[in-house]
């Protein structure tokens, strides 16, 4: 229910602008990039998302000059490695890390080639098992993002970003261990560094 909720408001957003933003800018943009899975300790242990290849899609309409709404999907798959008192780490599962967020961003010098910008945006992380000992976990999260857009030819380019992502909340994990265990209440901040293709319509 809640995935059919969320994609179904993403999908207005994608709608929506072609009517009202019909006579501005569209930007798709894919990419790929290196991901920060995040750790979060705890009293009697920790848990680790290990860092890894991540990739995703941003969508973007310009709403005025040199701001634009964005919508994006990003997604990690890595292994979920738990560590109790003194024991060796191990992994415990893998886990796909899904961020679907809607954000507002600025982008200056927009009449060169050469176009940093800058941005924050809100939305969801699915924590989904891909091994099935747990549900799929759902959080707030929020983003801070930056970087430079080239665009060599008038509608292709590359964007090169770096980002902060924090999804807020990352409680409800137990990963039992015999007679003990890890259990989460906390925040987990991760990161990722990308380049993509930029597409302008």
Same mark, same amino acid.
């Given at each position: 229910?809640k995935?059919?909720? /969320?994609?179904? #408001? +993403?999908l207005?957003? /994608?709608?929506?602008?072609?009517k009202s933003?019909?006579q501005?800018?569209l930007?798709?943009t894919?990419y790929?990039g290196y991901?920060?899975?995040?750790? +979060? *300790?705890?009293?009697? &242990?920790a ?6 290849q *991540?990739? &995703? +899609?941003?969508? !973007?309409?310009?709403?005025a000059?040199?701001y634009?709404?964005?919508?994006m999907? *990003? %997604?990690?798959v890595s292994?979920l490695?738990v %560590? +109790?008192?003194?024991?060796e ?6 886990v ?6 809607? $954000?507002g #961003? %600025?982008q200056?010098m ?5 176009r940093?910008?800058?941005g924050a945006g809100? !939305?969801?992380?699915?924590?989904s ?9 759902w959080? #707030? @999260? #929020? $983003?801070?993002s930056? &970087?430079?857009?080239f665009?060599?030819i008038?509608?292709l $380019?590359?964007?090169l970003q770096? %980002? /902060?992502l924090?999804?807020?909340y990352f *409680?409800g994990i137990?990963? !039992?261990t015999g007679?003990?265990g890890v259990?989460?209440? @906390?925040s987990?901040?991760?990161?990722d560094?990308?380049?993509g ?5």
């Open positions: 229910m995935k059919g909720i /969320l994609f179904g #408001f +993403v207005l957003l /994608l709608i929506a602008p072609f933003f019909s501005v800018g930007e798709i894919g790929t991901m920060l899975g995040g750790k +979060v *300790n705890f009293y009697n &242990g848990i680790k998302l290990e860092d890894g *991540n990739w &995703g +899609v941003i969508v !973007g309409y310009e709403v000059p040199d634009l709404i964005e919508v999907y *990003n %997604r990690l292994d490695t %560590r +109790v008192y003194a024991d780490p191990y992994v415990y599962t893998k796909a890390t899904n961020y679907i967020q809607v $954000g #961003f %600025r200056f927009e009449e060169t080639m050469f940093p910008f800058v809100l !939305g969801a992380t699915i924590f098992d891909q091994e099935g000992n747990d549900g799929d976990r959080r #707030f @999260s #929020f $983003g801070l930056g &970087g430079l857009k665009f060599p008038e509608n $380019g590359i964007r770096a %980002r /902060l924090v999804p807020l *409680n137990w990963v !039992g007679g003990g259990s989460a209440t @906390s987990l901040v991760q990161g560094f990308t380049g293709i930029i597409v302008a319509f």
